[in-house]
């Protein structure tokens, strides 16, 4: 599966990309009180219930699926299965009396441009995933429904609850014109944060301390660069990884920007009440300035702008690296480094920023998905009634992990649609963390058990647990997870202010708008001049960036005024 910049491969992309199941606990506890809960041992009273209830006789559901990387690996290792015919599509027929027919299925390379065309052709299937502007061209078109009623009557505890786990904007990302059009695909913000990965063995070996501050941060680099910490005798490596997309969720520089206070991808409050694009504010030209530098001084690799994120892995497993801004799950990405190097080690550290400041997270809002449902179709509830029996089978009272989530293949990937709870990584954690503190594991169960079963057999030698060092530096007591625990306690995370469907103008202008804001910021680092900057904010705003602030800020006072 290909995530922008980087290639996942095999299985990762389930545990790692859309993270790891929590113990299954029907209306799902975002408030962490429970550690257990015990099964029910009938599915009568829950399936009996409106939002799971049988369709007598049973109705059918055109669909298309977009065949990727991961999902034909799941399929490869699962011969009695296939994207037609599968558990999770008997489970909706035997279960809900939803027979799920495939109008087609391609490969990544061609869904879009198919999908672009069908859609064009107004002949679109009784569900249909689609983006933010395809879902505002469906409903300005009338192909699509208004779900907004069928949300309320069918949508059930634990979907409303995982809609609304980080607010409500995840729902409203799904309104035009105060409608319901399409319910989103949730995808966690929180899982977007990130942390300051570096290699401890080299840390060690220079006699150098963990960071508190970007000036410390900076000192690391050059040492990482100048004096040879792989002790070959020759300066080939390089404080700090880059790829040629600045955004990656591995080697992106966005955490070392909000270091300095810039946070060029997410909108931001003012102080006066307003909304105000964090790609345009004086401290990016600041955080740019310092990357420059670095740059200049060979401690990014030359020639970063050419590699994309597997392109550039190869310097972390040549152990050419020392410092990775990345997510939680870097820790699989770095793993690469042992093989050449049986005693490299990495550890995720907090992102610092300036002297004496304690530094934001920034979270992008990331729900881009939606599933529409098309005009004049009799049963506009099927979508919300297939969001309900997933995440029962995986978080509800009922849920079945090895059967329907995750035990050597990542079988979530053959159901059509997939939403997760957002916390449910950092819930997992804390499963865990309290089973330490308890002194016994013997509650634990689904994916936090996994989990801990992982790192305990890496943790006691045990051959088969390698990858487990993996999962002990996200999940152990000091790694990234214990690190976001501590973000959010104190305060530090700082979400997208803008949590709306786009509106017109950042529909129209928005993708150009980005591509500037990206070529511009590469071309500094290397090496044009810092008051380019200045040129690129009049024309950002020249050219829609004025407009979409005005919406946004337009939408920013209705969600106050509905407060």
């Known amino acids: 599966m290909l995530i922008r910049g980087k290639n996942i491969s095999k299985f990762m992309v389930s545990t790692l990309v859309l993270g790891l199941i929590l113990v299954p606990v029907y209306g799902y506890q975002s408030n962490h009180d429970q550690l257990h809960q015990e099964p029910v041992t009938s599915n009568e009273n829950v399936y009996a219930d409106t939002y799971l209830s049988k369709y007598d006789p049973p109705i059918e559901v055109s669909l298309v699926r977009e065949l990727d990387d991961g999902l034909e690996d799941i399929i490869e290792a699962l011969p009695d299965e296939s994207i037609d015919d599968n558990r999770w ?87 035009i014109n105060g409608k319901l059009m399409g319910i989103p695909l949730t995808d966690a913000s929180i899982e977007r944060a990130v942390f300051l990965w570096i290699r401890t063995d080299w840390l060690e070996r220079l006699g150098l301390q963990a960071p508190k501050t970007m000036d410390d941060v900076l000192m690391i680099s050059k040492a990482f660069t100048e004096m040879d910490p792989d002790q070959n005798g020759l300066q080939d490596t390089y404080g700090l990884a880059a790829t040629n997309y600045l955004w990656d969720p591995v080697m992106g520089l966005g955490g070392f920007m909000a270091g300095y206070g810039a946070y060029p991808n997410i909108w931001l409050e003012d102080g006066h009440g307003k909304l105000v694009y964090g790609g345009i504010q004086p401290e990016v030209k600041e955080a740019l300035k310092a990357l420059q530098e670095m740059y200049r001084n060979h401690e990014i690799d030359s020639e970063f702008i050419f590699k994309n994120g597997s392109k550039a892995k190869q310097l972390i497993t040549d152990g050419k690296i020392g410092m990775v801004y990345g997510e939680q799950w870097s820790s ?52 919300l009634k297939l969001f309900n029996l997933y995440l029962e089978k995986n978080w509800g009272m009922t849920a079945e992990y090895e059967k329907y989530y995750n035990s050597t293949v990542p079988v979530w990937g053959l159901s059509p649609v997939t939403p997760f709870p957002a916390n449910k990584n950092w819930d997992a954690y804390l499963k865990i963390e309290e089973a330490h503190r308890l002194g016994t594991e013997d509650r634990l169960e689904g994916e936090a058990r996994f989990i801990l079963n992982k790192m305990n057999r890496y943790l006691n030698g045990e051959e088969e647990g390698e990858s487990g060092w993996g999962w002990e530096k996200i999940y152990g007591r000091t790694g990234a997870m214990s690190i976001l625990d501590s973000y959010h306690r104190n305060n530090q995370l700082l979400f997208d202010a803008f949590a709306g469907a786009p509106t017109e103008t950042m529909l129209e202008k928005q993708t150009i708008l980005d591509h500037m804001q990206h070529d511009l910021f590469v071309n500094i680092i290397l090496g044009d001049p810092i008051d380019d900057f200045d040129m690129f904010v009049q024309d950002w705003l020249k050219l829609g960036g004025a407009q979409i602030t005005s919406e946004v800020n337009q939408w920013y006072a209705e969600k106050k005024n509905r407060r």
């Open 89 to 175: 599509s008997q489970l909706y027929e035997q279960v809900l009396g939803i027979k799920l027919n495939n109008d087609w299925v391609v490969r990544s390379e061609q869904y879009h441009k198919k999908l672009g065309i069908v859609l064009a052709s107004g002949n679109i299937p009784d569900i249909v995933k689609v983006n933010a502007q395809q879902l505002r061209q469906l409903s300005h078109a009338g192909l699509i429904q208004d779900l907004t009623i069928a949300y309320e009557k069918y949508a059930s505890p634990l979907t409303q609850e995982v809609l609304q786990q980080e607010g409500n904007g995840t729902l409203e990302s799904g309104m």
């Open 332 to 383: 699989f990405f770095l793993q690469s480094s042992r093989g050449s190097d049986p005693n490299a080690d990495w550890k995720a550290y907090p992102i610092v920023g300036q002297a004496g400041e304690q530094v934001k997270v920034p979270l992008e809002f990331n729900t881009s998905y939606f599933y529409a449902i098309r005009k004049g179709y009799p049963h506009p509830e099927v979508i």
